[in-house]
């Protein structure tokens, strides 16, 4: 939407058409106040937000520093998943780097040669080596494919020599093309082993 001066005492629809205040019912001026009166809020918290994520990186990358040079090591990097325990293993935080992998062509030729085994396999041993291949492969609504899915197809104990061509063709097609650190927080309450997520989603809270 393309934006223009709205006249004194006109408010804007969402087609674009101008419309006299006093013809706006006021349930919608009402509703009008009630949303950007909440979207000014969340934008104040999402700023927040991005001010604590950058603040966490650098302390943690700070204490990652600190904690090598005992040993006269200096970090080599912003990359790689830690967690940090605290002293009496109540809180935990974890830092990963969450990559994005894609397949070359090469894939297309995997697929054919595992198409080839399951072909000349005989038997209904295989029925569920062919229901995961297909999974495998399956597009989503994009039209991508799970990366996860077909990269667990390496681990299938098979050692036909076309499969294991196969499995060969599908390393080599992936290749990172970026990588985004995540944060998360964990608290472990009473005396349960496990770690409860400090949820900084407003879903999730």
Do not use: H
Not at 101 to 123: H, M, N, P, Y
């Amino acid at each position: 939407m393309e934006n223009q001066t709205i006249p004194e005492g006109y408010r804007q629809r969402a087609d674009g058409t101008l419309v006299p205040e006093s013809m706006v019912a006021p349930i919608d001026k009402l509703r009008d106040q009630t949303i950007e009166t909440l979207i000014a809020q969340a934008k104040l918290k999402s700023a927040e937000l991005a001010q604590f994520k950058a603040q966490v990186f650098s302390d943690i990358e700070a204490f990652v520093a600190a904690s090598l040079e005992q040993y006269q090591v200096k970090a080599g990097g912003k990359k790689g998943n830690l967690s940090l325990v605290s002293y009496d293993g109540r809180y935990k935080v974890v830092r990963q780097m969450a990559e994005r992998l894609v397949f070359d062509e090469r894939l297309q030729a995997a697929k054919v040669l595992i198409d080839e085994c399951i072909t000349a396999w005989s038997g209904g041993s295989r029925d569920e080596i062919k229901v995961l291949v297909n999974d495998a492969f399956r597009v989503d609504q994009e039209g991508q494919i799970n990366t996860g899915r077909v990269l667990g197809l390496r681990r299938l104990a098979i050692t036909d020599d076309k499969w294991q061509l196969a499995m060969k063709a599908i390393s080599d097609s992936v290749s990172v093309v970026s990588s985004k650190p995540y944060v998360r927080f964990y608290e472990r309450v009473g005396d349960l082993d496990t770690y409860t997520p400090i949820s900084l989603d407003i879903a999730s809270v």
